[in-house]
């Protein structure tokens, strides 16, 4: 009988290529079950990687975290939910603006992104830091 392997976070995160926020913002929204053990001894199986890849799959075909869920308490029975159609000249959509300096700006759809609040965040500072480090290194130039 083979003994299922037992992940730390850092394991869970490194073998999905993902960032610990957004497991624990997962697991926040329910969408994804909490690790068994307590503190120190938590530890996350083979179900929550079953859990992740199939969240991380249903996100790319432009679900929200709440449809996510209610296909996670089926266990992924019955039909697989339709891929999202791409957008066609005359159809509305809610982009996410970030303004990053005058004559700068860079447009988001949130839903094709798949980025959680955090990481949205996260990719604004960086967007904002890599501007102010280019316009610093032009500025020193002679």
Do not use: N
Request: with cysteine.
């Amino acid at each position: 009988m083979e003994r299922e392997r037992k992940l730390t976070l850092d394991e869970l995160c490194r073998l999905l290529d993902l960032p610990k926020r957004t497991v624990r913002y997962y697991i926040q929204q329910g969408v994804l079950d909490r690790p068994e053990g307590v503190s120190r001894g938590a530890y996350y199986t083979q179900r929550h990687v079953e859990q992740l890849l199939a969240i991380r799959k249903w996100r790319r075909a432009g679900l929200s975290l709440e449809r996510i869920g209610e296909l996670l308490e089926r266990d992924g029975r019955g039909p697989l939910p339709p891929e999202t159609p791409r957008p066609k000249p005359g159809d509305v959509e809610v982009w996410s603006r970030l303004l990053v300096a005058r004559g700068v700006e860079l447009h988001l759809e949130p839903r094709e992104t798949g980025f959680t609040p955090e990481e949205f965040k996260r990719f604004a500072r960086g967007v904002m830091e890599l501007y102010r480090r280019i316009v610093a290194e032009r500025e020193e130039e002679p």
